[in-house]
């Protein structure tokens, strides 16, 4: 990566502008939000011609003052241009209205963090979550999932597998490839990964560690699949780590899984990794590392989500630099041997063994 933080070369007067983009940065996400969920994108890519104003109003069946104030918020975001008292739809304004991964984030954004952010200051203060409090009194986003409102919990769950939904597909081949026939999926969700390995693979059996709340959710969907013979769930908290991992999988699996945790209490849970294993055991950790990203816009996208970590999800996790984990790897242990870069939308896929092995 070769991004350039903080460059020199902007100007002075270019530099003001970007900072009154951040002291108007909330107002202006809901102004797109607003001209997304009322309609006014999908209107304007609809109307080659360009709409005024009056047009606009009158299809949407909305006032024109309404439509006249998110248009002009939309020339300052450069989601629509106007031309002769008519309004068409930019580039950026068709990436907030369809991109899917725009859109995702975007949701993600507004219904999960928006309220809560308003005490971020206090959480870096505290290392407490303190946005949280918005949905309620968890000590983690984690232990509340199930209890989520439904829209957070759409968003909530929209965003995590957009990203690992891309992703688990490209790593099959990589696990698979010393034909493993028990894996052990620790922090597995909603068995998303579980039930791709049991159709990937007719005889493996796979073991899904999580909270009670998170298994409830994946249980469904592996009874669904007919698999419950082949899955077996085991509600631990993981962050007990006095409680062992079952012993001796072929294959340790951790999916955007550490991201949620301090650096202090990943190398207790790659310690019980290790424990767990034996000199034939791989285990595979899959996260976005900020470092790794080809994009500004994942960088961008990771920095961000670091501080729903700060603020929502628990107060003293991010999305890591690869450094930090390759540091926590050799805390534990265990040995680094492979990694795969470029997989899915963002991921690098670490594989580590025993130390020798």
Request: charged share 20%.
């Amino acid at each position: 990566m070769s991004i350039n933080y903080g460059s020199k070369k902007k100007s002075a007067l270019q530099a003001k502008y970007d900072a009154q983009k951040i002291a108007f940065a909330p107002i202006m996400f809901q102004a797109a939000l607003a001209l997304r969920n009322l309609g006014v994108l999908q209107l304007l890519d609809a109307s080659a011609e360009g709409l005024t104003i009056s047009e606009i109003a009158e299809k949407l069946q909305l006032k024109v003052y309404g439509i006249k104030v998110l248009l002009e918020a939309g020339l300052s975001l450069e989601l629509v241009k106007a031309e002769n008292n008519k309004f068409f739809l930019t580039k950026t304004g068709w990436f907030i209205q369809y991109d899917e991964l725009t859109r995702v984030n975007m949701d993600f954004t507004n219904d999960v963090n928006y309220e809560g952010m308003f005490s971020l200051t206090e959480s870096i203060k505290t290392g407490k979550p303190t946005g949280l409090k918005v949905f309620g009194e968890w000590d983690t986003v984690y232990e509340g999932l199930s209890q989520l409102p439904s829209k957070a919990q759409r968003s909530w769950f929209a965003f995590d597998h957009y990203y690992s939904d891309y992703a688990f597909a490209e790593v099959m081949p990589v696990i698979f490839k010393n034909e493993p026939a028990h894996i052990l999926d620790v922090g597995g969700n909603t068995g998303k990964f579980a039930l791709m390995c049991t159709e990937y693979n007719k005889d493996v059996t796979v073991t899904i560690l999580d909270l009670p709340g998170q298994l409830a959710e994946a249980q469904k969907a592996i009874q669904e699949a007919g698999v419950q013979d082949r899955v077996n769930l085991v509600p631990v908290d993981l962050l007990d780590h006095s409680q062992p991992f079952l012993k001796n999988a072929d294959v340790v699996w951790m999916s955007q899984f550490l991201d949620c945790f301090s650096q202090e209490d990943i190398v207790q849970l790659l310690r019980r990794a290790k424990e767990s294993m034996n000199e034939d055991s791989a285990l595979f950790i899959l996260e976005t590392y900020w470092d790794k990203q080809k994009f500004e816009a994942s960088t961008y996208s990771l920095h961000a989500t670091s501080l729903y970590f700060t603020n929502i999800a628990n107060g003293c996790s991010q999305m890591y630099h690869s450094d930090d984990l390759r540091n926590l790897i050799k805390q534990s242990g265990l040995s680094l041997v492979e990694e795969v870069e470029n997989i899915g939308v963002s991921h690098t896929l670490f594989k580590c063994k025993l130390n020798g092995n």
